[in-house]
């Protein structure tokens, strides 16, 4: 899944490195076939997949467990994000990889079929752990995320397939930092203000983000709402037109995951201003369209890029630093799993300076975001998953 997703970005940016325009058609076209293949073909394959593993684990009946998190969904899955790449969503890589991993361990259910909930969280912790190669982020995923406590009894399983994933992803890629190492330290006194105002900042913008893609799940109120209901696909074009636009205003850099980008910023590059902002409404829009494609990479992006424009109050602490408090940040906001955010940018990293600031980002982010949503948004969207297969 990384090598096929960073090709599809790799095809996209060749394509607009030769005609910029090119986008405009390209993106609106490839979210509309996205959609129209996810509806025909692909059901329950749309978003991130975290919402349908989440789901797949609270209902009882396997008919049930088996549209949300089947090999054919996987396989969708797969096709249809990489599509939504050579398009150009603003989409990631690393979420999708929770529903693959559960629906591969779900289909071992034969072998111990009274563990299937255990199965596909030990699936859904793998996923996490070969996306980012951090496989404590992958157990505490799975802990703080989807399971909402701690079984002793899985445990062993739990750690197992985030071992076997690890193993795996060492022998095809080798031993990597997703970000790469970096030390950077934030002194007591003022520099603490910065980790205040991040984290008040993320919180907000990672609440807003959450909210308006519920509110777009529901169905917009009024005639509009109506209208994205009954004509997904349109909508969907509509929304990709929209990226194309965003993409266009930050030169490129808004299209796909943002690793590059947040990587750089990570590592001492001030971003420009509009960086942030552009992702995140890119990143909104790409959400709302409903295509298959997840949210961990561009949100970690956009709280780079938010931390990098922090560097205008609190130019004595280092970029790198602001940077990863944003990222940490922007993620709670979002699934409002302090946590899970902390580890994984910590794991992504390695770095020992930043421990309590990150943590601290985290808490100010969760209690500012839970201000503007109150649940986080896997579980929200999850919830019209366990509707939708009551009816």
């Given at each position: ?86 398009s150009g969503a603003s989409t990631g890589r ?46 505490v995923f799975a802990i703080e995320e989807l ?144 295509i298959p494609g997840g949210i961990f990479a ?94």
């Amino acid at each position: 899944m990384a090598y096929g997703a960073d090709k599809a970005q790799e095809l996209f940016q060749m394509l607009i490195a030769w005609k910029p325009w090119m986008a405009l058609v390209v993106t609106p076209l490839g979210f509309g076939i996205a959609i129209w293949m996810t509806r025909h073909f692909f059901n329950n394959a749309q978003g991130s997949g975290i919402p349908q593993v989440i789901a797949a684990r609270h209902v009882r009946e396997g008919e049930a467990q088996q549209a949300l998190v089947s090999l054919k969904v996987a396989a969708g899955k797969i096709i249809v994000m990489m599509f939504g790449l050579v398009s150009g969503a603003s989409t990631g890589r690393e979420g999708p990889t929770v529903q693959v991993g559960a629906a591969i361990m779900y289909a071992l259910r034969r072998f111990s079929p009274q563990r299937e909930h255990e199965l596909m969280l030990a699936g859904a912790a793998a996923g996490i752990s070969a996306a980012f190669n951090t496989p404590l982020a992958g157990v505490v995923f799975a802990i703080e995320e989807l399971s909402r406590s701690f079984e002793a009894r899985t445990s062993g399983l739990l750690i197992g397939a985030v071992i076997a994933a690890g193993m795996t992803s060492l022998a095809v890629i080798g031993d990597y930092s997703y970000f790469g190492t970096t030390f950077v330290t934030i002194r007591f006194g003022m520099g603490w203000l910065a980790i205040l105002a991040i984290g008040i900042v993320g919180g907000i913008a990672g609440g807003l983000f959450g909210r308006v893609v519920i509110m777009a799940s529901d169905g917009f109120p009024g005639f509009a709402g109506r209208l994205m209901k009954q004509h997904p696909v349109p909508t969907a074009v509509i929304c990709g037109l929209l990226v194309a636009l965003c993409g266009l205003s930050g030169s490129g850099s808004i299209f796909g995951t943002g690793y590059d980008e947040a990587r750089a910023i990570i590592h001492g590059d001030v971003a420009d201003l509009t960086f942030g902002p552009l992702k995140l409404l890119a990143t909104t829009f790409s959400a709302i369209s409903g295509i298959p494609g997840g949210i961990f990479a561009p949100s970690l992006a956009i709280g780079a890029g938010l931390g990098s424009d922090m560097s205008l109050l609190f130019p004595y602490v280092p970029i790198g630093a602001l940077a990863l408090l944003g990222m940490v940040a922007y993620l709670t906001g979002v699934v409002q799993a302090p946590l899970t955010s902390f580890v994984i940018v910590f794991e992504m990293t390695d770095d020992n300076g930043l421990v309590l600031p990150l943590m601290a980002a985290a808490l100010v982010a969760q209690l500012t975001s839970k201000l503007i949503l109150p649940e986080g948004l896997y579980h929200a969207l999850a919830r019209k998953y366990l509707e939708a297969q009551k009816t």
